[in-house]
């Protein structure tokens, strides 16, 4: 009896999922609003503004994601961006398609196989578009063009919070 120790286990708190606490909003549309045409294949299909805030002090890059879980074949991808700078709190709309953006931003590959935005252009109903920022505590390093599983493969365990707006579409 004099050989026993008791061990006292401690739950270890370091080890945390991302919060949905950044807010990311639009001038465009408001959170489960119809995205006006413009930002869409209908009109001039280009990226709507984004506006964020509430991004840790810790973060070193942030990437955005727009997908639609609603399409026929499985969920579609819109946009992939990253390595965007960690002070920056904005997109204007009708970020240009280029593969790196003048700041260094990175854009990946979507499901229509090009770079750069690809706005909602469902074939039927009303679809959701989810916008998703994500605060990462490093720089995205890929070297090719990236795809949306590529990057969220890079940004596994980097996360350091994250935030989405949706905003609904129907063509007419």
Same mark, same amino acid.
């Given at each position: 009896?004099?050989?026993?120790?008791?061990?006292?286990?401690?739950?270890?708190?370091?080890?945390?999922?991302?919060?949905?606490?950044?807010?990311?909003?639009?001038?465009?549309?408001?959170?489960?609003?119809?995205?006006?045409?413009?930002?869409?294949?209908?009109?001039?299909?280009?990226?709507?503004?984004?506006?964020?805030?509430?991004? +840790?002090?810790?973060?070193? %890059? $942030? *990437?955005?994601?727009?997908?639609?879980?609603? =399409?026929?074949? &499985?969920?579609?991808?819109?946009?992939?961006?990253?390595?965007?700078?960690?002070?920056?709190?904005?997109?204007?709309?009708?970020?240009?398609?280029?593969?790196?953006?003048?700041?260094?931003?990175?854009?990946?590959?979507?499901?229509?196989?090009?770079?750069?935005?690809?706005?909602?252009?469902?074939?039927?109903?009303?679809?959701?578009?989810?916008?998703?920022?994500?605060?990462?505590?490093? +720089?995205?390093?890929?070297? %090719? $063009? *990236?795809?949306?599983?590529?990057?969220?493969? =890079?940004?596994? &365990?980097?996360?350091?919070?994250?935030?989405?707006?949706?905003?609904?579409?129907?063509?007419?």
């Amino acid at each position: 009896m004099d050989n026993l120790r008791f061990i006292r286990i401690v739950p270890y708190h370091n080890i945390k999922e991302p919060e949905m606490d950044i807010k990311l909003t639009s001038s465009a549309f408001e959170e489960g609003g119809m995205i006006p045409s413009k930002y869409t294949c209908d009109g001039r299909d280009i990226s709507p503004p984004l506006t964020w805030d509430n991004v +840790p002090g810790k973060t070193e %890059s $942030i *990437a955005v994601i727009c997908d639609d879980p609603d =399409a026929p074949m &499985g969920t579609w991808v819109h946009w992939v961006l990253f390595n965007l700078p960690a002070e920056k709190r904005e997109l204007a709309e009708n970020v240009p398609d280029d593969e790196t953006l003048p700041d260094d931003t990175r854009q990946g590959v979507t499901d229509f196989v090009s770079t750069g935005y690809g706005g909602p252009c469902p074939p039927s109903g009303t679809h959701r578009y989810f916008f998703r920022i994500y605060a990462l505590d490093i +720089p995205v390093d890929i070297v %090719s $063009i *990236a795809d949306k599983e590529t990057l969220l493969k =890079a940004m596994a &365990g980097h996360i350091l919070a994250e935030g989405q707006l949706m905003g609904k579409y129907k063509r007419t």
